[in-house]
């Protein structure tokens, strides 16, 4: 039995969650709360195996909730937003930065007879993220940044072309720590898939543009992309990279159940680049970009992932792992200073 706190100062909300969640027979909704206080004493008291978490309550809010529950009693946390200004969307990303797994809309009208839809998607979403290993983190009030005594290639590739990344459950966090430390004279173009709630990529965008030194902007049809720019794939549509440098979009059906997919980025990187392409899968649940890491290192490009250690949800991965497709496994704090060295130094060579 799956047992939920639901955190919100709305009985409302309280009412919709307890009666979606519990028409499934294997959730049941534990508690209730208030406010972050109250959340962190009953995460505490009744240890629930996921907690749903409003973020804007009196007092506590959900943030330094979800920060004093990841240090006293780690739980997988999915925050509630209802993303309709740019305020509340930074919040809900700096829950998401302070430990929370995953974010989702605030139900309207769930309860509504033609809602069928909306109530699964959030009864598996309980389900799936109740399967998360989180482990109980400590805050310093510092960014964690790469250290200096990080691994480095044995040898340098050449001349790196593009940087594409993917991301799922844990990766809006994992790519802020990666692009933050990112600098400002990066010399190639970065491509991201993160999966992630419809509605909430622009919010992610302007979330992460707070701390990295690097323009990011949402993947346009037919733009050709340029050094030093992060792009991310826009909702619902999958992102590829023509032979001639230019982004292309399009609505196809679903791969590895998700649109816009990694897999499919990295597929069309691998084709179009080949060897100058620098591939990164990140945090997440699932195989989605494991066979397109695979691809670009079949190319002769260099492949990376995240170790287990340091993801939240060690799926994309172990997958990528298990079929051999990364040239190099590391912890999320030593990806940016790899990257940096890997592609500055393939230019330098390129250009001697």
């Not at 430390?181 to 543009?209: E, K, M, R, Y």
């Not at 990187?269 to 649940?285: D, E, I, K, N």
């Not at 340091?310 to 799926?315: D, L, N």
Request: glycine share 8%; charged share 15%.
């Amino acid at each position: 039995m799956i047992k939920v706190l639901v955190v919100d100062d709305s009985p409302t909300i309280c009412h919709i969650f307890r009666t979606v969640l519990e028409s499934d027979p294997g959730i049941t909704v534990v508690g209730f709360a208030t406010n972050g206080q109250d959340a962190v004493q009953k995460a505490g008291e009744l240890h629930p195996n996921v907690i749903t978490m409003d973020v804007q309550m009196p007092g506590l809010d959900g943030i330094e909730a979800t920060r004093l529950i990841m240090e006293r009693c780690p739980t997988p946390i999915v925050i509630i937003s209802a993303h309709n200004n740019d305020p509340a969307l930074t919040v809900s990303f700096n829950a998401l930065q302070a430990g929370a797994v995953q974010v989702i809309d605030k139900p309207a009208n769930i309860l509504a007879p033609d809602a069928s839809a909306e109530r699964a998607a959030l009864i598996t979403t309980i389900k799936l993220m109740s399967e998360v290993r989180v482990v109980r983190r400590r805050f310093s009030g510092t960014a964690v940044r790469p250290r200096a005594d990080e691994p480095t290639p044995n040898r340098l590739p050449g001349l790196i072309d593009v940087v594409v990344m993917g991301a799922s459950t844990g990766g809006p966090a994992a790519l802020n720590t990666i692009l933050s430390a990112l600098p400002p004279t990066f010399p190639a173009p970065i491509l991201i898939v993160q999966h992630i709630t419809a509605g909430f990529t622009g919010g992610l965008a302007s979330w992460l543009s707070r701390t990295c030194a690097l323009p990011i902007s949402i993947a346009q049809a037919d733009e050709r992309i340029r050094p030093g720019v992060v792009y991310l794939a826009p909702d619902d549509q999958h992102l590829t990279l023509s032979a001639g440098g230019r982004l292309r979009l399009d609505h196809g059906e679903l791969v590895n159940h998700v649109r816009p997919s990694i897999n499919v980025l990295f597929d069309s990187v691998a084709r179009s680049t080949g060897a100058t392409a620098l591939g990164v899968l990140l945090t997440g649940m699932g195989e989605d970009g494991a066979r397109g890491l695979r691809a670009i290192r079949q190319r002769g490009g260099v492949t990376l992932a995240q170790d287990e250690l340091t993801s939240i949800v060690y799926g994309m991965p172990k997958a990528a792992a298990e079929m051999d497709a990364c040239s190099t496994i590391l912890p999320l704090d030593q990806i940016a200073a790899y990257l940096t060295h890997v592609v500055a130094g393939g230019r330098a060579l390129a250009q001697a």
